[in-house]
């Protein structure tokens, strides 16, 4: 479905409890001139990116990390570990183990806030910045529904529970094809000590997502400033509850290099596995070089 395999990478990275083993994909030819980052969201992995990808191989060496407690990354026996400047100082780190001064930064939902604080951490790291359903403020509405997710069940006695539980989560992904479900299905869930398990820590929710802290709307509109030097592209699913129209309307108004595009039938967040997505966002890459 997808050809050949990307190779696989593994980094010992110093953490707040000792260092943790994170894993990556590498797609495309390591000496390509343009190297393009995938950050996946919250509870998901880098196999998300497979498709696109695959695509962008064919010009960018492209990297897919599993940030810490998710995928084939390392669950931290300390949770506090797990947060965005955290996670940040990660990929710092594992670019600097590559050599990698400069990238293309592709950032769906959590991705996308961590490439924003990048920006403003690390001048001069992203010379391009795609933000997939992420925004400069984050409405409490959004917050609350991701919050709930926190008490779901994360592991399940049949593969069938298991997958139907799967589907109903990420039916806001716009998905339209079995093919991009199972792709999504192979790493999202895995036999764990005789359980089918989603392939993430449920610890992940320790720091922010507090049933017992009330939620306001996140503003991010600190980080900004930094990124409106960097050419921007916002994708939006036009059902959103995380990114809403109006505070993509404002930022394009803040960015003189912005680009927004809205996908139809998509909540929170586009899965970035048609073709059309994929598309859009390689010719914008592309394009970020003339």
């Known amino acids: 479905m ?7 990478l593994q980094f010992d990275v110093p953490g707040v409890s000792g260092s943790h083993k994170l894993a990556c994909t590498r797609w495309g030819n390591h000496n390509a001139r343009h190297t393009v980052l995938c950050v996946h969201g919250l509870t998901r992995n880098g196999r998300d990116f497979d498709y696109l990808a695959r695509a962008l191989a064919e010009d960018y060496q492209v990297l897919c990390p599993d940030m810490a407690g998710r995928g084939k990354s390392q669950f931290l026996p300390d949770a506090s570990g ?19 001064t400069h990238v293309h930064w592709i950032g769906t939902s959590m991705g996308g806030i961590m490439g924003m604080m990048a920006a403003n951490s690390n001048p001069g790291l992203i010379d391009a910045l795609v933000l997939n359903d992420i925004g400069a403020l984050i409405p409490a509405s959004g917050l609350a529904r991701i919050r709930d997710i926190a008490d779901f069940k994360t592991s399940f006695d049949t593969k069938e529970e298991a997958e ?6 990420c039916e806001h992904f716009g998905i339209r094809e079995e093919a991009q ?3 999504l299905l192979a ?19 320790s720091i922010g997502f507090s049933k017992d802290a009330p939620l306001a709307d996140v503003n991010l509109w600190p980080l900004w400033q930094a990124v409106t030097g960097i050419p921007v592209l916002l994708i939006r699913g036009m059902q959103s509850d995380i990114l809403l ?9 803040r960015h003189p290099r912005l680009t927004f595009y809205e996908i139809a039938d998509t909540g929170h967040a586009p899965a ?19």
């Open 82 to 100: 797990y947060n965005n400047a955290s996670y940040v100082s990660d990929v710092v780190f594992m670019l600097a183990a590559l050599g990698i």
């Open 181 to 183: 479900w199972q792709q």
């Open 2 to 8: 997808l050809g050949a395999e990307p190779e696989f």
């Open 164 to 169: 139907a539980v799967f589907r109903k989560r």
């Open 245 to 253: 129209h109006e505070t993509a309307v404002e930022m394009q108004s």
């Open 187 to 205: 790493y999202g869930i895995e036999n764990r000590n005789g359980q089918f398990a989603f392939t993430y820590d449920p610890a992940i929710f």
């Open 272 to 290: 970035l596995m048609d073709a059309k997505q994929i598309a859009l966002i390689q010719n914008w890459i592309n394009a970020t070089h003339t």
